[in-house]
């Protein structure tokens, strides 16, 4: 059986930084940027995408719909 594998990407201009992908991501892997948008907020980001599952738990929480979660995983 292949290892899940997923990306995510986060429109960053959108995030406001509320954090709340952060505490849903059971890997730990999404994080606040150093970056700042043009809003003012630092956006969201993965740190490792290797570790990512694609759970979605980010996307599902995001109240502004700014992540998208695509599933790589390889079919055997």
Known sequence: MAKKKGRVT???ERCKGCELCVEAC???IVKLSDK???KGYHPAT???MDKCIACAMC???CPDL???VFD???KE
């Open 10 to 12: 986060f429109k960053e």
């Open 26 to 28: 059971p890997q730990k």
């Open 36 to 38: 700042i948008n043009s």
């Open 46 to 48: 993965v740190d490792d």
């Open 59 to 61: 996307a599902r929480m």
């Open 66 to 68: 700014v992540i998208e």
């Open 72 to 74: 790589e995983t390889e």
